[in-house]
């Protein structure tokens, strides 16, 4: 059973900056695709950006395109999501997920994804 371990989070002004990193228990280059997603209060859980392991290849949730960017780490069982220009919006628990399959749904699923992070919080607030 794969764990990931989120850290990062924490109490920023808007307009600042965090990094989350995502520690997994194992190599994550056994992954196919890794993401974060977010889910406020009250709200349903969201994409916020993947990354696959092998090509490299990212995507992001328009929201946030510009602002944030997702990297592997170079010990190769590390993710993090760099989020610069936060606004109060952001405001939110994050999770790191991963998955090992080549699947139909879109990587934009949180049912795309069989592990999870416990999360950590991200709250923009003056």
């Known amino acids: 059973q794969v764990q990931l371990v989120e850290s990062g989070g924490g109490l920023v002004q808007p307009g600042g900056s965090l990094r989350l990193s995502c520690a997994a228990s194992e190599r994550t280059s056994s992954m196919y695709a890794m993401g974060w997603f977010r889910q406020a209060s009250k709200k349903e859980r969201e994409f916020v950006a993947r990354?696959?392991?092998?090509?490299?290849?990212?995507d992001y949730a328009d929201s946030v395109k510009g602002r944030f960017t997702i990297s592997r780490g170079s010990a190769k069982n590390t993710v993090f999501l760099q989020m610069n220009n936060l606004k109060p919006e952001d405001t939110a628990a994050y999770y790191c997920a991963a998955t090992r399959r080549i699947g139909v749904r879109s990587l934009k699923d949180p049912q795309r994804y069989e592990y999870w992070g416990q999360g950590t919080q991200v709250t923009v607030s003056s």
């Open positions: 990354i696959t392991w092998g090509g490299g290849i990212t």
